[in-house]
């Protein structure tokens, strides 16, 4: 079983860490080498990058972070990786008007940073739709959940076990 993170770490998603110290796999983003480390490394023992946890991520991190990179480009529609996604009431509101917009830009939303993806899931993002003088902000968050959409996957990098739960809201709905 691959494990979340260590004690002391976010989970993404909710999920639990379920193995000791010595089972943590991080990914180099630089090189894409697997490494083991009791705790979140800073620097890559094979290639020397250096940097924050979004650069080492864990294996599972980084395999969700496919995961919902997939989910959101194909709009929830590939059945590999199933859930929903859901408006908030201003998102409805803005939908005749700005509707195709709002999926293209979601579906091709690559603006990740530290600031908004620092572990490197890829579940959040800030996005503007319209035009200058006239243009609304939104959030998309992704949430992975159990199969009744009922409490946090136990198995987040599971696609068997997970759904996401992708919602379109407005910073005022926060």
């Known amino acids: 079983m691959e494990t979340m993170g260590q004690a002391g770490y976010p989970a993404t998603g909710g999920g639990l860490w379920t193995g000791s110290e ?11 080498t697997k490494f083991g480390s ?8 094979c290639c020397g990058a250096t940097g924050k946890p979004r650069d080492f991520p864990t294996y599972e991190t980084s395999r ?12 929830g529609m590939d059945a590999g990786i199933q859930g929903k996604i859901v408006l908030t ?14 999926l293209l830009t979601l579906s091709q939303y690559s603006s990740f940073s530290e600031d908004n993806d ?6 959040f993002g800030i996005m503007t739709v319209g035009k200058p003088g006239d243009d609304h902000k939104l959030y998309w968050k ?4 159990d199969l009744a959409y009922e409490y946090g996957s136990e198995a987040p990098s599971d696609t068997r076990q997970t759904r996401r739960l992708l919602t379109l809201l407005l910073p005022s709905e926060y």
């Open 22 to 32: 010595e089972d943590v796999v991080f990914l180099c983003t630089r090189c894409a």
């Open 64 to 75: 969700i972070a496919l995961q919902n990179d997939h989910f959101r480009v194909t709009l």
């Open 38 to 45: 009791a705790r979140q490394p800073t620097c890559c023992p």
């Open 142 to 145: 992704i949430d992975l959940f």
């Open 89 to 102: 009431p201003g998102v409805q509101a803005l939908m005749e008007e700005h509707g195709a917009e709002i």
């Open 118 to 123: 620092p572990w490197g899931a890829r579940d």
